[in-house]
């Protein structure tokens, strides 16, 4: 009996390795190089914004967005990827308020005070979007009722 238990022992399955951690993408090589990407296209969007270039800056804006969704989408994205998106929604904000659509203005505004509410660390460049945001939120609370 003891000589059966011991063979039925040993035909045990091995212990089940453990899983291997997810890949981090944004150590993955398109990752800086889509950040980039997409800081290049704020900075010309904006450029053009303030050129009274308006549907330069809004064609450019829609290509920044799907970039801006891509760096966004992954589990932890770096600072620099969530700037460049703050950035872009800023800009599409402040485009939509230039316009007095202050309703769709706000809601890029409040995508920014949660995308740096919730962000750690806490740095002076978040907390200055922070502040910003709830600033231009403000702005078009203030405008709604007009």
Same mark, same amino acid.
């Given at each position: ?5 011991? #063979?039925?022992?040993?035909? @045990? ?14 150590k993955?090589?398109w990752?800086p190089g889509?950040v980039d990407? #997409?800081?290049?296209?704020?900075r010309?969007?904006?450029e ?11 064609t ?9 969704k891509?760096l966004?989408?992954?589990p932890?994205?770096?600072l620099? @990827?969530?700037?460049a ?9 402040r ?13 890029f ?12 660390p ?7 979007? #922070? ?12 405008? #709604?009722?007009?």
């Open positions: 009996m003891i000589l059966t238990s011991a #063979l039925l022992a040993g035909c @045990a399955a091995p212990p089940a390795p453990s899983p291997k951690p997810a890949p981090d993408p944004t993955e090589i990752y889509t990407q #997409l800081a290049t296209i704020v010309k969007a904006n053009d914004f303030h050129s009274g270039k308006a549907d330069e800056a809004a450019l804006i829609q290509q920044g967005e799907t970039l801006s891509r966004i989408s992954v932890k994205p770096t620099a @990827a969530a700037e998106a703050s950035d872009l929604d800023e800009l599409y904000g485009m939509l308020f230039s316009n007095r659509n202050y309703g769709w203005a706000r809601l505004f409040q995508k920014n005070l949660a995308r740096w509410k919730h962000w750690k806490e740095t002076p460049e978040t907390v200055r979007r #922070l502040e910003q945001a709830r600033s231009a939120i403000a702005e078009c609370d203030s405008r #709604l009722g007009q």
